[in-house]
């Protein structure tokens, strides 16, 4: 059973700071990471994917990935009210693909104007 | 991405009675998953259904439980049977539209007295 951890927060950060978001993954042969943004009383949106060692950026975005370490972050740059919400990190049930997905318990984050 | 519908968005329902969940995308697709979030918790996939075979079901869901039909590849049902207050939950489909891109229908908020 693939295993996803998450602080679960909450995770207090100023307007216009960085927020860094953190998992970690128990099956050494995860492919594939995805982060995704979940508002209150909404559903899950995605906010980027990673596959590859290394960093990856998108916008204010930037997802980090070692595989070594099976650790897996988001960051956000110039934090806005508006990136308050539940962060979840979610790997591949099995091999990939077009595959179901096992969710971390998400951390909840606040920014504060 | 994807426009994905949910029937109902939300619903009080008696204890011992059925739901039947509808899910609509505006795009053909191979995969279609239902996932389960719990109040106040992450996102616990129930099954994944295909076009023209069985639902598979994850550990802890059984058909009899919660029956699934995918006539076609724009269109799932998951039906929540002999319902218990347990099963108060938002229900949710996804799909994914390449591998490893999995996006979310809005959610039905199921409550059961």
């Known amino acids: 059973q693939k295993e996803v951890e998450q602080n679960s927060g909450p995770l207090s950060v100023p307007e216009g700071a960085i927020a860094s978001l953190n998992c970690t993954y128990s099956d050494r042969g995860s492919q594939s990471f995805f982060w995704y943004r979940q508002y209150s009383g909404k559903s899950p949106e995605l906010i980027m994917s990673i596959y590859s060692n290394g960093d990856k950026e998108d916008g204010r975005f930037t997802a980090q990935l070692n595989k070594a370490s099976q650790y897996v972050s988001l960051l956000i740059r110039d934090s806005q009210p508006s990136d308050s919400a539940t962060y979840l990190c979610?790997?591949?049930?099995?091999?990939?693909?077009?595959?179901?997905?096992?969710f971390g318990k998400g951390t909840h984050l606040i920014i504060q104007p | 991405s994807a426009v994905i519908s949910q029937k109902p968005s939300r619903d009080i329902c008696q204890r011992g009675t059925s739901l039947t969940i509808q899910c609509q995308v505006d795009?053909?697709?191979?995969?279609m998953f239902w996932y389960r979030q719990q109040p106040g918790q992450s996102l616990t996939l129930i099954a994944t259904?295909?076009?023209?075979?069985?639902?598979?079901?994850e550990s802890g869901f059984v058909i009899d439980k919660f029956p699934i039909s995918r006539p076609n590849l724009t269109f799932s049902t998951l039906t929540v049977s002999n319902m218990s207050p347990e099963d108060s939950s938002i229900y949710l489909c996804?799909?994914?539209?390449?591998?490893?891109?999995?996006?979310f229908g809005p959610g039905t908020r199921l409550t059961v007295l």
């Open positions: 979610a790997v591949p049930l099995t091999g990939g693909g077009a595959d179901g997905l096992t």
């Open positions: 259904a295909n076009q023209g075979s069985e639902a598979t079901y």
């Open positions: 996804s799909v994914a539209l390449a591998p490893d891109t999995q996006y």
């Open positions: 795009s053909q697709v191979t995969m």
